[in-house]
């Protein structure tokens, strides 16, 4: 069974870039949330997707979309970068309603 | 009101003891989960337990136990018997029941601001 994988494991973007960022969710896997996880904090949810649709939101301005595809794979992209976007960000899948299982996550440095 | 709080920022313990790592929680959503995250140096969320809203016992994973106090709010993760291998951010999380328009669940984890444990040799 793969477990969810991120690209790219590190990126190094200057403000006002707009940046991508990978996930492929573990086998059988349906739903996928992302997380934003600042140094020396906790992480902070971002958004959900189910069934290639938005799920629930958190407190993240629209600057930060995403996508899911039809293997359940899915996409963040962060439009308009800031200094204070730089942090780890963490992809998470599960089947509905169960744990959910990070991947190793993508570090971006804004400069 | 934080929904999750840890507050231990650091803890020590000595190799082969046991340890306490303090969770407390705050919903009124009668459905919720409760979850432990460990989080190495290298980043990676690794799931090490889980207790629900209604599980009447203590929820346990190999050296892992959850200490589940319903009336006090507080769901504490004892680590028997430590090993040089667990030294780590411990992240304790929380996930309230609700369920969204598309018929899936909005199952967003509350994280706490973590617990950095130490194990000495």
């Known amino acids: 069974e793969t477990g969810v994988t991120q690209s790219p494991t590190h990126l190094i973007k200057t403000r006002g870039q707009q940046v991508t960022l990978r996930c492929s969710s573990q086998?059988?896997?349906?739903?996928v949330s992302w997380y934003q996880q600042a140094l020396g904090q906790g992480p902070q949810f971002i958004f959900q997707y189910y069934r290639e649709e938005e799920n629930g939101r958190g407190n993240f301005p629209p600057r930060f979309s995403g996508l899911q595809f039809p293997n359940y794979s899915s996409e963040l992209n962060v439009n308009a970068l800031e200094l204070d976007d730089s942090a780890l960000y963490l992809c998470a899948s599960s089947k509905t309603q169960e744990t959910q299982y990070f991947g190793p996550g993508t570090r971006l440095l804004v400069l | 009101a934080q929904k999750i709080t840890q507050t231990q920022p650091g803890m020590f313990v000595q190799e082969k003891e046991a340890v306490t790592l303090d969770c407390t929680y705050d919903t009124s959503d009668p459905s919720y989960g409760l979850f432990w995250y460990k989080q190495p140096s290298s980043g990676e969320m690794i799931f090490l337990i889980y207790q629900g809203s209604y599980d009447q016992q203590n929820a346990t994973e190999g050296r892992y136990s959850l200490n589940f106090q319903k009336a006090r709010k507080s769901a504490n993760l004892v680590i028997s018997a430590s090993q040089l291998g667990d030294s780590a951010m411990y992240f304790c999380a929380m996930r309230e029941g609700s369920v969204s328009n598309y018929g899936g669940s909005q199952g967003n984890l509350i994280f706490g601001k973590g617990t950095k444990l130490s194990v000495k040799p």
């Open positions: 086998s059988g896997h349906n739903t």
